[in-house]
């Protein structure tokens, strides 16, 4: 398994101005400009979905999401993995190597669970980093395990969260994480990253400010104006 950066995107892109795109006129003055329209996104998880299914090449394994920012990735991750499975299958068995996979057999394979972490304030991290559900995850216990995760900033709630599940003796832990921001102090890296960012705060595609933006289709960069009027 090799990892990849996944796309970077370098800290001089200008990025695509709001209209161009199909964006509420109540947000316009929250966002900054466009990072990385939602179709992009899309594309790039199907090549995820794809090396993670070539990498377990159909060993069992679980999928932990971490809620709330992942659970819009999570979803379009297993749609595509379970997709392929069914794919392959179904070309295998055309070429009367094997059975045709139903639903069933595809849901069986992989077992989900959720969490939840809260660590940020407004754009920051702060410092503190909430782990809840971590004491229903008894199902992980010696399982391969594959983490789902929205975006990693300074690593610290992923290196914490790899650190309390160390209590499961899981057989394999592997991290996919949609969004790598090019943090300095950042030492943790993922097995798949979808984009490799600048250091900037995004929104969108299920990533939040203070609970607000999360149903923004695009991936933005939030304006000086709506950090300040989101502010607690
Ligand atoms: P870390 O612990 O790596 O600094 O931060 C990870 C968590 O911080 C993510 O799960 C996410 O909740 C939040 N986070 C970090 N950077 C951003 C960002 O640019 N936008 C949003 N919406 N959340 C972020």
Known sequence: MARSKGIVIEDDFKGYPVDSFCIANSLKHDIDHVLIPGGLVDDRIERLACDIANDYSREPFSVLCVLKGGHQFFNSLLTKIRQYYRYSSFAAAANGKAKIADEDECNHHIHEEFIRIKSYEDDASSGK?????????????????????DI????????????TLQDYELKCCRVAALFLKRNPVNEFIPDYVGFE???????????????????????????????????T
């Open 129 to 149: 980093v909430q782990i809840l559900g971590i004491e229903n995850l008894d199902s992980l216990r010696g399982k391969n395990v594959l983490i789902v995760e």
């Open 197 to 231: 960012i600048p250091d900037k705060f995004i929104i969108g595609c299920s990533l939040d400010y203070n609970e607000y933006f999360r149903g923004l289709n695009h991936v933005c960069v939030i304006s000086e104006h709506a950090k300040r009027k989101y502010s």
């Open 152 to 163: 990693i900033d300074t690593g610290k709630t992923m290196s914490q969260l790899m650190q």
